[in-house]
C-alpha cells in the first residue's frame, strides 16, 4: 500500500489515484518575484520528541464568547489548546493526555446541553492496517474523556452535523482504513449511535457537512485518497438518506488528494471548495512526471445547485494545506498555501514551503515567500488575524519544528 497511509496518518489529511491530466492553460495565475518572506514564533514549548501537529482547528472549547485554538498531536496522544486572544504571549496550555493517536478535533453540543464538548478522531494505529482500532472520543468543559464509538477503521474525521433534521447532532466519518474503509455517518439516536456507511472505499480524509445546493439540508462534501483520488458530494434528501456524485475524479493515483475547505470564495452566498493535493509520502511518482505538474491547489466553484467547475490554480509540488487569510489587509481574503517538499525526494528542484495566493479581482497573483529556516509546516489555520502553523518533518531533520507557531509573513517595503 502506499507509503502516504504512513504519514497521514500521522498528520490529518495526507494521501494519494493512473491517467494524468495536464493542468488547463488558460488560469489566471500571474507569478510575481520572491520578495515576501516569513518566520515562524514557538506559541508553545516543543516536547523532546519531534513534533508531529496534524490539525489546527479554531474552536469553542468552553462556551464563552472566546475561541481556542485547538491542535491534535498523533504521536504524544494529546490534543491541547491555548486562548486565540492570547497571541504572542501565550502562557496558559491546557492539554489531554493519553487519547491513542488523535489526528482532528471538532467541537458540538452531543448531549444537548448548551454547552460544546470536544470531538477527537482517535486513528488508533498509525501505519496502515484493517484492524478496526479507530475510535471518536468525547471530551467534557472538565477534561473528562469518554468514548462516542469504537470499533472504527482508522479514523480520521468525525465532524458534528444534524444530518437526519431530528433536532440532535450525528456525526460524519472518515474510516481513512488501510484496504478497507469508508465515508460514513454515525446517527444519534436512543442514546446511541448508528452507522451508515454511505461510500466503502478506503481513503477518506475529510467529511465536511454543510449545505451544498441550498435545499436547507446538510449534505457531506468528502475527499478521498489512496487509489480513489475523488472529491465526493452526498447530496441529502433531507431526512438523512443520501445520494453519491463525483465532484472531481483526477484518474491518476499519483494526484496525492490532501485536504479541502469549504469558502464562499465569490460571495454569492454558496459554498466553494479549496483543494490540495501534494501527499508527497508514494515516492513512486513516474520520472516523466514533474511533481509542479500534477500536485497543486485549485478551486471548485458552486453554481449555487451543488455543481462545480474546477479550475487549477498554481502548481507546486507538495501542496498540502491552505487558509483563507487577507494578507495585504485590503479587505479581500487571500489563500496561503503550505507545502511538504522532502529534499531528498526531488533534490534538485527549489523548495517553496510557502505560498500566497493573493486576490486580485478574478485572478489570483502567485507570491512565493522565502524562509530564513524552512520550517516543516503541515497544517495551517487563520484566526482571521493571525496565521498558526503546525509541523511533520518526515525524514528531513533539518530545518524547523514546533508544535504550534505563529506565522508571521513580512511584505516587501
Not at 101 to 115: F, H, K, L, N, Q
Not at 289 to 306: A, C, K, R, T, Y
Request: proline share 5%; with cysteine.
Amino acid at each position: 500500500m502506499k507509503s502516504k497511509c504512513l504519514v497521514l496518518l500521522l498528520l490529518t489529511g495526507l494521501l494519494s489515484g493512473c491517467l494524468w491530466e495536464a493542468p488547463p492553460e488558460d488560469v489566471d495565475v500571474i507569478e510575481t518575484q520572491n520578495e515576501h518572506r516569513a518566520i515562524t514564533t514557538a506559541l508553545v514549548n516543543n516536547t523532546d520528541a519531534v513534533p508531529v501537529t496534524a490539525n489546527i482547528r479554531i474552536l469553542n472549547v468552553d462556551g464563552d464568547v472566546t475561541t481556542e485554538i485547538v491542535f491534535a498531536e498523533p504521536m504524544e496522544g494529546r490534543i491541547a489548546w491555548i486562548d486565540s486572544e492570547c497571541i504572542p504571549n501565550c502562557e496558559n496550555l491546557t492539554s489531554i493526555e493519553n487519547l491513542g493517536s488523535p489526528v482532528r478535533v471538532a467541537a458540538g453540543d452531543i448531549d444537548g446541553d448548551g454547552i460544546n464538548e470536544l470531538i477527537v478522531s482517535d486513528i488508533g494505529i498509525l501505519f496502515p492496517s484493517n484492524d478496526l482500532a479507530g475510535r471518536i472520543l468525547q471530551i467534557n468543559t472538565t477534561g473528562e474523556v469518554s468514548v462516542l464509538a469504537d470499533g472504527l477503521g482508522r479514523t480520521v474525521c468525525a465532524e458534528p452535523a444534524d444530518l437526519d433534521a431530528d433536532g440532535d447532532l450525528d456525526l460524519t466519518l472518515c474510516e481513512f482504513g488501510h484496504d478497507d474503509g469508508s465515508v460514513g455517518w454515525l446517527e444519534q439516536e436512543n442514546g446511541g449511535w448508528t452507522h451508515h456507511v454511505l461510500d466503502p472505499r478506503p481513503g477518506a480524509i475529510h467529511a465536511i457537512p454543510a449545505d451544498i445546493d441550498g435545499d436547507g439540508d446538510l449534505d457531506i462534501v468528502a475527499a478521498v485518497s489512496q487509489t480513489v483520488e475523488q472529491l465526493m458530494l452526498y447530496r441529502n434528501d433531507g431526512t438523512g438518506v443520501f445520494s453519491n456524485e463525483i465532484i472531481f475524479d483526477a484518474q491518476t493515483e499519483h494526484h496525492g488528494t490532501s485536504g479541502i475547505d469549504l469558502v464562499d470564495l465569490d460571495n454569492d452566498g454558496d459554498l466553494d471548495i479549496v483543494a490540495t493535493n501534494g501527499d508527497s509520502m508514494d515516492w513512486n511518482l513516474p520520472d516523466d512526471i514533474h511533481p509542479d505538474d500534477i500536485h497543486g491547489l485549485s478551486i471548485l466553484m458552486n453554481d449555487g445547485n451543488g455543481s462545480f467547475t474546477r479550475e487549477q490554480i498554481v502548481g507546486v509540488w507538495g501542496a498540502y494545506a491552505s487558509t483563507m487569510h487577507d494578507v495585504n489587509n485590503d479587505g479581500e481574503l487571500d489563500i496561503v498555501l503550505v507545502c511538504i517538499q522532502i529534499p531528498q525526494q526531488f533534490p534538485t528542484i527549489e523548495r517553496t514551503p510557502l505560498i500566497i495566493l493573493e486576490r486580485n479581482g478574478t485572478e489570483w497573483d502567485r507570491i512565493n515567500v522565502s524562509m530564513d529556516e524552512i520550517d516543516h509546516m503541515i497544517t495551517i489555520a487563520s484566526t482571521g488575524e493571525h496565521l498558526l502553523v503546525g509541523s511533520h518533518a518526515p525524514s528531513s531533520p533539518e530545518g524547523g519544528v514546533n508544535r504550534l507557531a505563529l506565522l508571521t509573513i513580512i511584505s516587501p517595503e
